[in-house]
Nanobody, 127 residues
Framework: DVQLVESGGGSVQAGGSLKLSCSTS????????MAWFRQAPGKEREGVAA???????SYTDSVKGRFTISRDNDKKTLYLQMNSLKPEDTAMYFC?????????????????????WGKGTLVTVSS
């Protein structure tokens, strides 16, 4: 079974930083696209950042220049470095993965529909 486990969420003041991690198990090989999604209370889930098997990243416009997605295939871990956090970044953040050679698309998502999800980690940014 594939498992994704997020960590690193917490409460910070506006302008602060957090680094989210997503440890994975069960993903075979290195050919998969991974992404971070978020869902704020009362809002739909949205793509934040994605990275394909060749380490090509994609970001949604609202986080460009502030967030950085990266992956360590040896450690089987996905990261999201979040700097200059804003109150509107407050949300539950989810890690997701999909196998295959699909690349990333504009807007911080993978080409293929994600089929593995973590349970999320909460990020709260106060003003």
């Amino acid at each position: 079974d594939v498992q994704l486990v997020e960590s690193g969420g917490g409460s910070v003041q506006a302008g602060g930083s957090l680094k989210l991690s997503c440890s994975t198990s069960g993903l075979i090989g290195g050919y998969y696209c991974m992404a971070w999604f978020r869902q704020a209370p009362g809002k739909e889930r949205e793509g934040v950042a994605a990275i394909d098997a060749d380490d090509r990243p994609s970001y949604t416009d609202s986080v460009k220049g502030r967030f950085t997605i990266s992956r360590d295939n040896d450690k089987k871990t996905l990261y999201l470095q979040m700097n200059s956090l804003k109150p509107e970044d407050t949300a539950m953040y989810f890690c997701a993965a999909v196998e295959g050679l699909g690349t990333v698309m504009p807007g911080g998502v993978c080409y293929y529909t994600m089929n593995h999800w973590g349970k999320g980690t909460l990020v709260t940014v106060s003003s």
